[in-house]
């Protein structure tokens, strides 16, 4: 279990800013907002690490814009939205992440079919 | 979780993250825990592996935004001027042995040539350019005279360079070594 939670991680560790810019390309969100919007899109978990080194990468590397902002009720929350930057580099991030699945997909089908017949 | 929070501000402090910044990251992060815990979310879940390692998540953070000041040279004033000093004097020292060592008062060992003992009586040479020929001896010995073949660096003016530079080095360092070393009022 540890060796398939050690892969999930992994794989996450590579994709992650893109699944962070996809949830606020839209609309705004501070920190603990995203992480309820990737779960509710079915990611649960963010793996060893945690958004927020994340987050300040993709600050320092202009691809999100911040801002300070109320939250509903609570105290002012710094808000992320995907600049212009960000939504060219997840555009070009989402052509990669097709790619590189297909390949593997092309690759790992053959086990799949082994394991079928 | 305020001890996660509290453990990631000493972190930011140590690393001599801006207060300001240090702040809003401290109170985002208080912010987002606590409506995390509100809602029974697990701190696990939104700090994964981090959760348990508060400084290797405060670092990681502040290395991420790059808000981390460069850390300046830990040579101090005083270390250079010991260090100057000392390899100055290690200069000095080396010019002074090459002085004393190489000095013309020490000739330079003769070279003996070893003859047969037939050669106790007089013999008799015949000089050849290059070289003599000893007709006399058995067998005739052909002695070659050649130019003994030096460096063309004078060991001695170097060693005085030496001792000069290393003295005269020293006389300028010694004082900054003091200098450096003084107590001195801070603003």
């Known amino acids: 279990m540890a060796v398939s939670n050690g892969r999930r991680s992994q794989l996450l560790r590579g994709v992650l800013d893109l699944c962070l810019l996809t949830v606020v390309q839209d609309e705004p969100a501070y920190g603990y907002e995203m992480t309820k919007r990737l779960r509710a899109l079915g990611l649960s978990t963010v793996g060893e690490g945690s958004i927020y080194p994340l987050l300040g990468r993709l600050e320092r590397d202009g691809l999100v814009e911040t801002y300070r902002a109320a939250s509903n009720g609570g105290p002012p929350r710094k808000y992320y939205r995907a600049s212009a930057a960000g939504k060219r580099a997840l555009t070009d991030g989402l052509a990669e992440w097709r790619a590189a699945r297909d390949a593997v997909d092309g690759v790992l089908g053959l086990a799949e079919a082994e394991v079928r017949s | ?187």
């Open chain 2, 1 to 187: 979780m305020n001890e996660f929070v509290e453990q990631c501000r000493r972190e930011w402090k140590r690393l001599r993250v801006p207060d300001v910044v240090a702040e809003e990251m401290a109170a985002d992060l208080a912010a987002d825990l606590a409506e995390a815990e509100a809602e029974g979310v697990a701190a696990e879940e939104i700090l994964g592996s981090s959760a348990s390692d508060p400084r290797a998540f405060a670092a990681a953070w502040a290395a991420e935004r790059a808000v981390i000041p460069p850390r300046r040279s830990r040579l101090r004033p005083r270390t250079i001027a010991s260090g100057a000093t000392a390899a100055l004097a290690i200069v000095a020292a080396v010019g002074a042995a090459l002085v004393i060592f190489a000095s013309p008062a020490a000739p330079a060992p003769a070279t003996r040539l070893a003859l047969p003992p037939t050669s106790a009586r007089p013999v008799t040479v015949e000089v050849r350019s290059p070289g003599i020929w000893v007709a006399d001896a058995k067998p005739a010995v052909w002695v070659t005279l050649s130019e003994a073949k030096g460096t063309g660096v004078d060991i001695q003016r170097s060693g005085e360079i030496l001792l000069i530079v290393g003295i005269l080095g020293m006389l300028v360092s010694t004082p900054l070594l003091f200098w450096a070393s003084s107590p001195r009022l801070s603003a």
